[in-house]
């Protein structure tokens, strides 16, 4: 099946910096690349999406200018938390199709990056 | 706003039983739905996926479709420890084009004793 390599891991940071997550396809094109947050014992809610070449399109609540996402190319999309504060907690996950009309039975996910900001 | 409810659980079964997991959602014209297992600390698995009314049987796994009571279920059959995990019902929100997108609930966690 498709792999979608996220990076880092885990990453620990102290409160006011920014972190950057890396999410990449490795053997196809992702058109649409959705960006989760999860937090413990809590369901993935949808932060946004993104569409290659276009501005991403943010849920309701999720506030743009702090959660940056940059998806320039076909195999790569980025979400930098600017100005990290503790309550960014989370675990954050990536997901990505090859088609931005496709049913989303082909979604393939990244492993997750746990981000502890102290 | 578009909600998905699950039982958090946890749901605890024996070794060889049938697992039952049950999902909830409110949009009525939502027109696909997904299973996914999720083991602590890693990112989902597609387990099922269910279009039409009735059941899909893949294995082990049965996914049920009412969607006149807007509800979908997962069974599972000879449960075994290793299916022990958080399973997440998801419903595909948006009505085709780029605006597709998934809305999970909340996970049911499942316990298999052996």
């Known amino acids: 099946g498709a792999v979608v390599s996220q990076h880092p891991s885990w990453v620990i940071c102290k409160s006011g910096t920014s972190v950057k997550i890396e999410c990449r396809s ?3 094109q992702a058109t649409t690349m959705f960006w989760y947050r ?3 014992k809590q369901s993935l809610m949808l932060m946004a999406t993104s569409n290659e070449g276009s501005k991403a399109t943010y849920e309701q609540g999720v506030e743009k200018d702090k959660f940056l996402i940059n998806h320039a190319s076909l195999t790569l999309s980025t979400l930098t938390v600017t100005s990290a504060h503790p309550e960014d907690s989370s675990f954050y996950i990536c997901s990505a ?3 931005p009309y496709a049913t989303n039975e082909k979604l393939f996910f990244g492993s997750g990056t746990q981000l502890s900001v102290l | 706003q578009k909600e998905v409810e699950q039982n958090s659980g946890p749901l605890s079964v024996p070794e060889g039983a049938i697992a039952s997991l049950n999902c909830t959602y409110s949009d009525r014209g939502s027109q696909s739905f997904f299973w996914y297992r999720q083991y ?3 990112s989902p698995e597609l387990i099922m996926f269910i279009y039409s009314n009735g059941d899909k049987e893949d294995g082990r796994f049965t996914a049920q479709l009412n969607k006149a009571s807007q509800y979908v279920s997962l069974l599972i059959r000879d449960s ?4 022990s995990a958080t399973y997440l019902c998801a419903v595909n929100a948006g009505y085709g084009g780029a605006t597709n997108k998934l809305i999970f609930g909340t ?3 499942l316990a298999v004793q052996p």
């Open chain 1, 26 to 28: 490795l053997d196809f």
């Open chain 1, 38 to 40: 999860q937090f413990p």
């Open chain 1, 97 to 99: 199709r090859d088609r």
């Open chain 2, 40 to 42: 602590s600390g890693k």
């Open chain 2, 80 to 83: 075994q420890p290793s299916d």
């Open chain 2, 107 to 109: 996970g049911t966690l």
